[in-house]
């Protein structure tokens, strides 16, 4: 396995964890729903992951690029503080660099 | 075939059955005010039962209807737009088996209706608006983080159902009910997520045109639309018109859920609208409540090629909180003149209300066509953006950009 599928691998089985933990109802994402391409930077896997445990990733490229470095910090801290995304600090602060490096202003 | 080849085939001639107006709605028309990234992302796409609209999220869905459909004034069902704001939505929801629960501590009589139980109060049908709160988001400027919608987060139809206040009466509203508490079968994927829940002022649930609709255009309402049954709250912002109706709570204290305290809140006093939800107001903000006068040109399209030396047929749609709409003017010089337009069928004062006037491009060159419209209160569009920080109520004059030859 290459270090990226198992980095990807990992991620997938942290996240399931996690859902196991915290009790995620469902995740009613549909058959059909398109993989959409993030850039790939460092962080990407915990973007599609971690974001992407509830909503389409679509929502990132959607608002780029203007979000400037704090809007995309206050994104995350709204995830986490108002719809309780479980993701550790370091991987809140990994995401937040990805997204300003990749998609912000 | 993956389905972006699908729908180009689509394109190809697909939809030849079509009208000749609608045909156009398999190109993807976005405005170049969107950003990079809305125009690199959005597509046409079909969810079940519906046309291809403009998808600007898979999960939630949220898919705005093509520019095409609002050249008339009501919204076909398969291409009303779609709205969710977490994703664990039903696939399916068994009509037979859907309830509504009535509760509350100032509910007299709690208890639950069936489909039929409900379709036993007096039906009522009328024709009203739904548009998003934040339907024109992406044409903020400076940007506004969000779903990026361009102008088709919107849609007229003509909604059969029951008055909100018929079933109240019979559960029995005691007399210390502050707000009516609205939920829907729709949630989140994590528990931790707050459940969309909403909430009216008790006063608003009391107004004889707000209905339980379980009919949309003649039929029942699309899955995706809030089947079987969801709240119609004419003039208002569709953030209050819960989809998949399961719950109403009538409660004696203002409902303090995220989807009401934090969300769906503009700054106080900025707007020029009427009704006020006192019992969610704080000293700087307030409850989004009724639409602003608005206006869309339908006609001529973004970038189309006109005759210069001769007059153009301009058309589109106005519509505002319920008030009615007075007037539509526009203009060929930047708003130096305007000319009033001609009003289309008053379909009832909730309504798209359609509208056309021949306009002369006097020169050659590249044009732009401005429309705004003025209601029954003498509200009118303005040309700068009341900035608010979550992109609500864009209802700049409409500008159309053309070339003369």
């Known amino acids: ?105 | 075939m993956d389905r972006r080849t699908f729908l180009a085939g689509i394109g190809a001639g697909g939809l030849a059955g079509l009208p000749l107006a609608l045909r156009a709605a398999d190109r993807l028309v976005l405005s170049d005010e969107l950003s990079a990234g809305t125009r690199a992302e959005a597509v046409l796409d079909a969810l079940p039962g519906k046309r291809p609209l403009i998808k600007l999220s898979y999960r939630p869905p949220n898919y705005e209807t093509p520019l095409a459909y609002f050249a008339e004034p009501i919204t076909p069902n398969d291409a009303f737009f779609v709205r969710y704001h977490l994703a664990r939505i039903p696939e399916t929801i068994d009509a037979q088996t859907w309830r509504l629960k009535l509760g509350g501590d100032a509910i007299e009589t709690p208890g639950e209706l069936s489909l039929d139980d409900l379709k036993r109060f007096e039906q009522v049908e009328l024709t009203a608006v739904c548009q998003c709160s934040g339907n024109r988001r992406g044409l903020f400027n400076p940007h506004v983080p969000g779903v990026q919608w361009g102008v088709g987060a919107m849609g007229c139809a003509r909604w059969k159902g029951v008055r909100l206040k018929d079933v109240l009466a019979k559960a029995g509203l005691r007399k210390e009910a502050v707000e009516l508490v609205l939920d829907g079968a729709d949630g989140a994927v994590l528990e931790k997520t707050p459940d969309f829940v909403k909430s009216l002022p008790i006063w608003k649930a009391l107004d004889e045109n707000v209905l339980i609709a379980f009919e949309m255009n003649g039929a029942p309402l699309p899955h995706f639309n809030g089947f079987p049954a969801r709240l119609v709250v004419p003039g208002w912002t569709g953030t209050y018109w819960m989809k998949h109706l399961t719950r109403l709570d009538a409660v004696s204290k203002p409902f303090d859920g995220f989807w009401m305290k934090s969300a769906y809140r503009i700054p106080k006093g900025r707007f020029p609208v009427v009704d006020r939800f006192l019992s969610q107001e704080t000293a700087d903000n307030t409850p989004i409540t009724e639409m602003v006068v608005n206006t869309l040109i339908t006609s001529p399209l973004p970038g189309q090629k006109l005759a210069a030396r001769q007059p153009t047929t301009v058309s589109g749609i106005a519509w505002d909180g319920g008030y009615g709409i007075q007037s539509v003017e526009v203009s060929s010089d930047d708003g130096a003149s305007w000319q009033k337009a001609t009003l289309g069928p008053d379909v009832g004062r909730f309504a798209f209300r359609s509208w056309s006037a021949r306009l002369p491009l006097a020169k050659p060159g590249a044009r732009v066509i401005l429309a705004k419209a003025t209601n029954r209160l003498g509200a009118s569009q303005p040309r700068e953006l009341i900035p608010n920080p979550a992109g609500y109520h864009h209802n700049l004059v409409a500008r159309v950009a053309v070339t003369a030859s």
């Not at chain 1, 995620?24 to 460092?42: F, N, S, W």
């Open chain 1, 1 to 105: 396995m290459s270090p990226a599928r198992l980095r990807r691998a990992l991620t997938a089985a942290a996240i399931l964890g996690i859902a196991a933990i915290l009790g995620i109802a469902a995740v009613a994402a549909r058959a059909e729903e398109p993989p959409i391409a993030l850039k790939d930077a460092p962080g990407h896997e915990l973007v599609e992951g971690l974001c992407g445990a509830c909503h389409s990733v679509d929502y990132i490229q959607m608002n780029a690029p203007f979000p400037s470095a704090a809007t995309w910090d206050a994104e995350v801290k709204k995830m986490i503080n108002a719809f309780g995304a479980p993701i550790e600090p370091a991987d809140a602060k990994t995401i937040t660099e990805y997204l300003i490096k990749n998609y912000g202003s």
